[in-house]
């Protein structure tokens, strides 16, 4: 069973930082893509960031130049970096994974359980 879990969500006054994590465990044999949406109350679920597996990254404007998305091969493990948070960056963030599995192999796309952050003005 492969699954995402996530942590270093939290609240947080304007202007500050936070850390999120997303570790993926199972029977994994390659990462092709992953990415951090977010879904604020009363909102559709929007795309944050992107990395893929060589390493280019993609953000979505509001964001650019505050958060950074980052991955550690070795540890399965997808970073966000946000810096100078906004009380509009508040919402439930979820990490989403493409991953090559056994068992037998194909492709398949997993979610995070989510983790909230909230930014006090």
């Known amino acids: 069973q492969v699954q995402l879990v996530e942590s270093g969500g939290g609240l947080v006054q304007a202007g500050g930082s936070l850390r999120l994590s997303c570790a993926a465990s199972?029977?994994?044999?390659?990462?092709?893509?992953l990415g951090w949406y977010r879904q604020a109350p009363g909102k559709q679920r929007e795309l944050v960031a992107t990395?893929?597996?060589?390493?280019?990254?993609t953000y979505t404007d509001s964001v650019k130049g505050r958060f950074t998305i980052s991955r550690d091969n070795a540890k399965n493990t997808v970073y966000l970096q946000m810096n100078s948070l906004k009380p509009e960056d508040t919402a439930v963030y979820y990490c989403?994974?493409?991953?090559?599995?056994?068992?037998?192999?194909?492709?398949?796309?997993?979610w995070g359980q989510g983790t909230l952050v909230t930014v006090s003005s």
């Open positions: 990395i893929i597996s060589g390493g280019a990254t």
């Open positions: 989403n994974a493409d991953l090559g599995v056994t068992g037998p192999f194909r492709y398949l796309e997993v």
């Open positions: 199972g029977s994994i044999v390659s990462i092709r893509g």
